[in-house]
């Protein structure tokens, strides 16, 4: 059974899960930012284990929110968290009043986003070392 928990606050499971997927896997070294510090940080708890995570703000007084951080844990891919997760947030997002989503997707990974209802918008452009694209979903 999946629980999502809603924090004010970089919970110690989210940090543990981003450090394990953006840092040892894909080797990222700017991965904790003051952004943390105005987000709502999302973490997926499969059977009671925390298994993935992500972040949301706004800084446009809630017109938008920018999903991000995104990650689900190496053993956990493959049943659909990553999906499970992003769909909460857009559904908190609209509960906030907010009249769209949009992240900075890495380029591997955008066709999971299009197929969640993202589109691409603008450039590739690179993020540390890695090719990234912002998508949007209007609500």
Do not use: W
């Amino acid at each position: 059974m999946n629980e999502i928990r809603l924090f004010e606050y970089l919970h110690p499971d989210s940090a543990a899960i981003r450090r394990t997927v953006f840092m040892e896997e894909q080797g990222f070294s700017n991965e904790f930012d003051e952004t943390d510090g105005k987000a709502l940080h999302l973490v997926l708890y499969k059977n009671g284990k925390a298994a993935a995570t992500a972040r949301m703000f706004t800084e446009n007084s809630g017109k938008s929110y920018h999903l991000g951080r995104i990650a689900v844990l190496k053993e956990y891919r493959g049943m659909h968290l990553g999906a499970e997760i992003v769909t909460a947030m857009c559904e908190k997002a609209r509960q906030l009043g907010a009249e769209k989503c949009e992240l900075s997707a890495q380029c591997r990974v955008k066709e999971f986003y299009k197929a969640l209802g993202f589109t691409e918008v603008g450039e590739i452009y690179y993020d540390e070392f890695c090719p990234h694209i912002y998508m949007e979903e209007l609500l």
